[in-house]
């Protein structure tokens, strides 16, 4: 009896996350609206007003601005202890039970905040560090670690407090894969177009020049295809603004196929009159773009790096390539266009997928199971943290 009162206890969950319009900004307002929705109190400390803030608002969200200081070097940006005191008085006042760090560069601030007022941190890693970068963070520091993928949780094993693979998740149900799309007249799509997504700012590491490098060769044995791309491009590496980027394409020959929407809101939008979804990163750690693919029922394309290959099975909700291989986007892109069968497979064991794997609803469940751990009141998903037995059986099977 004494467990089922824990296990639905409500808690005040503070997020310190930063102010930044990306993916983890995403994932935090989805699993701030469902704890919410569990009758859970939120409260989102970001460094600034902006647009991040308002859209907290909105939702209902407390928001706390403090313009707290990302920790690099010890002598050369210490941390100011003032800021610290200042921060666990009001986490007191707050009555705040649990700090959820959401960047490791806001962690020494958040954590030293959390252990003065005398509560419990977790910090949500999405890069992968080594032991050594993390330490000196002091990661080490904190209650638990959260991982959003095994590829990131790998190095950090070795240290003394607990580690655990938590993946994002999506709001699956925002997404209708049989709405129309309302982007077709804009862009002058045609029913016989085939239609690749690409999301993402426009810079090197997100796999561009090998994009367009494809795209020459893809346009001769596909003349319908057309590529969108959806991201920011102003000043980037791979080219000095808008009319460097379109002048680029029109000397490879591509302009006229591949479209660079710049950034948009409406993802979903375009993600329903994709025929495919492409992501050619040389660097990601769980993006939360192949979960909105996923979840709007559109086959993909990816690379084998970082958590990616957690989230989309080789053959089986997609393919699979190397990174840095213009030639492999080509083969790949090919097959899938000559193979509407492959297709229909591949979406629809992606939908199954991420219904199942990565929903909103089962992540949140299981960051509330860790919340409980963390405050000595496991529940049967988490094992107590102050058991190191059970917590090395338990991350064995994680």
Request: positive net charge.
């Amino acid at each position: 009896m004494t467990e089922k009162k824990s296990a639905k206890k409500k808690r005040h969950i503070l997020f310190v996350a930063p102010n930044r319009m990306r993916g983890g900004s995403v994932i935090l307002r989805y699993t701030a609206q469902h704890l919410m929705r569990q009758g859970h109190r939120v409260s989102v400390l970001i460094p600034q007003e902006g647009p991040i803030a308002q859209i907290l608002r909105d939702m209902g969200t407390s928001v706390w601005i403090c313009n707290l200081p990302g920790w690099r070097i010890f002598f050369l940006k210490p941390l100011n202890w003032w800021l610290c005191w200042r921060l666990a008085r009001r986490i007191r006042a707050e009555k705040v039970d649990i700090v959820d760090i959401n960047q490791y560069k806001l962690a020494p601030h958040g954590i030293c905040a959390a252990r003065w007022a005398g509560v419990p941190s977790v910090v949500y890693i999405h890069d992968n560090i080594p032991v050594s970068k993390a330490k000196k963070y002091l990661l080490h520091q904190a209650t638990a670690l959260i991982c959003v993928s095994d590829f990131d949780a790998k190095p950090l094993r070795q240290m003394p407090n607990p580690v655990y693979v938590i993946y994002p998740g999506t709001d699956v149900d925002k997404f209708n894969p049989n709405q129309a799309s309302t982007i077709t007249e804009e862009f002058y799509l045609e029913k016989q177009h085939f239609v690749v997504v690409i999301t993402g700012e426009v810079i090197r590491t997100k796999g561009y020049l090998e994009l367009f490098e494809a795209a020459e060769q893809l346009i001769k044995m596909i003349p319908d295809i057309r590529f969108i791309v959806l991201g920011g491009y102003a000043g980037t590496d791979l080219c000095d603004g808008a009319d460097a980027l379109q002048a680029m394409l029109k000397q490879r020959g591509i302009d006229e196929h591949v479209i660079m929407a710049g950034f948009r809101k409406d993802v979903v939008q375009f993600l329903a009159r994709a025929d495919l979804f492409l992501m050619p990163s040389h660097l990601e750690m769980f993006p939360s773009a192949i979960l909105e693919a996923m979840a709007m029922r559109v086959p993909i394309i990816a690379t084998t790096v970082g958590g990616i290959p957690e989230m989309v099975q080789h053959q089986a909700q997609g393919l699979l390539i190397p990174p840095r291989s213009s030639q492999a986007i080509v083969d790949a892109v090919k097959q899938m266009y000559e193979n509407e069968p492959l297709r229909d497979q591949y979406q629809q064991a992606a939908f199954v997928r991420v219904h199942e794997r990565f929903s909103i609803w089962v992540k949140t469940r299981e960051k509330e199971a860790l919340y409980e751990a963390c405050l000595g009141e496991p529940t049967p998903d988490m094992p107590t943290l102050s058991n190191k037995r059970e917590q090395a059986a338990f991350l064995q099977t994680a």
